[in-house]
């Protein structure tokens, strides 16, 4: 009879640790190092990290890539992006060089910024892997955040990042750069005979450099593309892209199984949605006006101020002396946000509901009015001061307007006649802006239209805030909230109220 050792594996059998051990097994995580600050997202995230900070930080890289891709549809030049979105990444997503510090990228202040960056990428690529849309839009942005990086980075710290990258390319030799001298002059646009000689070349596959073969600015030879040093960027960017695109398949394939998680799943789909328009929230300063008395009779005069969605409602309000519920609800908070105090506020409805007896109007419609600024209520609402004012993403996906109701986004919700219709009551009859808006509506770009709008309207006053340098690029950044309108075409207005703009000036705090 011949005895087996307990311990020796069967080798008609899989040697591979019991199922049940595995499955129960603790789990094993590890804190990344973050050599560089620039990051290619090849590996994925592995420590634990809070549900609040899984979604927090989510959010702020949303900001910037939908900022950046605003810049894009506005057709901004590279420098007016990186003036634009630079004052949103050191506020949102700061990532400072290992200069910055005496121990260099072991800095644990350093380690927890590129944490956080390393963590919101894979946060968003799991947000935005369900559709080959949201994929698209996603390398899109992502690739361009990357290059805008690339561009700022010093000269040392990027050249140690691409020599860390495991990038597929070949060094030219100094005999076939002579043999090629005069071709590589031809082909390389702007380059001088005498460059060859002093710069490094390299030959890489001439698909992963399309950019480059498309603006014909460098020679291709046997399938291979012959690359400057100053071009290697768009290897770089290539290689990003590449391993981006295979990352979001993967990730679109693994999808299916966070649908048990009912913890991740509700956070992921908000994200998505956020994409269209980002999320935005309004602070307490946010609704203090330098010189701006808010009470019930000021807000006609003040109208001209708001942005299209509350202008349709004061104007409808006006016609009808009536609003529908939402109708009522999305313009009571945004009232509430401009500072006007709940006695006020139910002074304005009751004036503008004047059809109506008092008897009516406290009986049905006085309780809601209340519950908004959080005087009636549960204790979660009194505790929060009742709600906050309702951001673009908000009206853009939160209940469609139905038929003889005028809440929701005129951009969004208003055939295409009746939207021209609206934007020529309030003003708006310039015809290349009138189409710029059509266009956008098509692409679903509902905030970029108002953004547009908003930009017409206010054109002399932006250029001219611009000129003094009263305001910067950041405090004209993309609009994603109706109150954030108001305010910055209000301060924009009374800035430049005073003769020849130089009165007293307002600095712009949003």
């Not at 970029?448 to 910067?472: D, L, M, P, Y």
Request: hydrophobic share 35%; proline share 4%; with cysteine.
């Amino acid at each position: 009879m011949i005895r087996h050792e307990s311990n020796r594996i069967d080798p008609k059998r899989r040697a591979t640790i019991d199922y049940k051990k595995k499955q129960f097994a603790a789990p094993i995580y590890q804190q990344q190092i973050y050599p560089h600050r620039l990051n290619i997202y090849k590996v994925p995230p592995i420590a634990e990290i809070k549900l609040e900070e899984f979604e927090q930080w989510a959010i702020n890289r949303l900001r910037i890539l939908a900022e950046l891709e605003t810049c894009s549809f506005r057709n901004k030049t590279s420098v007016e992006t990186l003036d634009q979105v630079k004052p949103l990444l050191d506020r949102w997503l700061r990532l400072d060089p290992n200069s910055s510090s005496a121990q260099g990228s072991t800095d644990p202040r350093l380690q927890e910024q590129r944490r956080k960056d390393h963590y919101s990428h894979f946060i968003l690529r799991l947000a935005f892997s369900s559709t080959e849309d949201l994929r698209r839009r996603f390398a899109r942005v992502e690739g361009a955040l990357f290059r805008l990086r690339f561009q700022i980075e010093t000269a040392r710290e990027r050249q140690d990042f691409v020599a860390s990258l495991d990038l597929n390319w070949e060094a030219v030799s100094e005999l076939e750069k002579r043999s090629l001298a005069q071709d590589l002059v031809n082909a390389t646009l702007g380059l001088k005979k005498s460059d060859i000689d002093d710069g490094a070349w390299f030959k890489v596959d001439f698909e992963t450099v399309p950019q480059l073969v498309e603006a014909r600015r460098v020679f291709v030879k046997r399938g291979k593309a012959f690359v400057p040093t100053r071009e290697q960027m768009s290897i770089v960017l290539g290689d990003f892209h590449e391993r981006l695109d295979k990352g979001l398949e993967l990730t679109a394939r693994a999808l299916p199984r966070l649908d048990e998680d009912d913890r991740l799943s509700p956070i992921l789909e908000h994200l998505s949605k956020s994409f269209a328009t980002p999320d935005s929230t309004l602070a307490d300063s946010d609704t203090l006006l330098p010189g701006a008395a808010i009470n019930a009779s000021s807000i006609d005069p003040l109208s001209r101020h708001f942005p299209l969605c509350m202008r349709n409602l004061h104007m409808t309000l006006r016609k009808n002396s009536h609003l529908k519920h939402f109708g009522r609800f999305q313009y009571t908070l945004f009232i509430k946000g401009l500072g006007l105090s709940m006695e006020d506020c139910l002074t304005f409805w009751r004036q503008s509901f004047r059809l109506i007896t008092d008897e009516t109007f406290n009986k049905e419609y006085q309780y809601n009015i209340r519950h908004a600024y959080g005087d009636v209520g549960g204790d979660a609402i009194r505790r929060g001061r009742g709600y906050s004012p309702l951001s673009c993403q908000k009206i853009l996906t939160e209940h469609p307007p139905g038929s003889g109701e005028s809440h929701g986004c005129p951009y969004r919700h208003f055939s295409a006649e009746n939207l021209t219709t609206l934007l020529q009551v309030t003003g708006i009859s310039d015809r290349e802006v009138l189409r710029g808006v059509k266009e956008d509506v098509d692409q679903k770009r509902y905030h970029i239209a108002c953004n547009r709008v908003f930009e017409w309207a206010h054109k002399s006053e932006i250029r001219q805030v611009k000129e003094i340098g009263t305001w910067r690029m950041a405090d004209l950044d993309t609009i994603v909230h109706p109150n954030t309108y108001f305010k910055r075409s209000y301060l924009l207005t009374t800035t430049l109220a005073c003769e020849g703009g130089h009165g007293e000036e307002v600095k712009m705090e949003l």
